[in-house]
Nanobody, 125 residues
Framework: VQLQASGGGLVQAGGSLRLSCAASGRTFSTYVMGWFRQAPGKEREFVARIRWSSGTTYHADSVKGRFTISRDNAKNTVHLQMNSLKPEDTAVYYC???????????????????WGQGTQVTVSS
């Protein structure tokens, strides 16, 4: 599975961005798609995930009510709509895909086998 993330950029606090992650290759085996982010000097942290077949979602508390993950099955694409952005949302955002359940939960990086290249999101105050 190959993942291509896009949509990052510079935005003022309170603004919005929409990230996209296009999947190609053995996408039929994908179980869950997720978004993570990593700020300078910090560990990569979970943002949101979506089950590919059912569409059920889960968002981190830090973004709940502001970010929404969704999927477009026909285009093999996952989106992350980010509203009410804050300076603390500044990070490189990565999309990821997992094709098997290791029983670790889907909020840990260890559950995902495939990663996109990352896209920078910068929120100015």
């Amino acid at each position: 599975v190959q993942l291509q993330a896009s949509g990052g950029g510079l935005v003022q606090a309170g603004g919005s961005l929409r990230l996209s992650c296009a999947a190609s290759g053995r996408t039929f085996s994908t179980y869950v798609m997720g978004w993570f982010r990593q700020a300078p000097g910090k560990e990569r942290e979970f943002v949101a995930r979506i089950r590919w077949s059912s569409g059920t979602t889960y968002h981190a508390d830090s973004v709940k009510g502001r970010f929404t993950i969704s999927r477009d099955n026909a285009k093999n694409t996952v989106h992350l709509q980010m509203n009410s952005l804050k300076p603390e949302d500044t990070a490189v955002y990565y999309c990821a895909a997992g094709d098997r359940d290791y029983g670790l939960g889907w909020t840990t990086t260890m559950s995902y086998n495939y990663w996109g290249q990352g896209t920078q999101v910068t929120v100015s105050s």
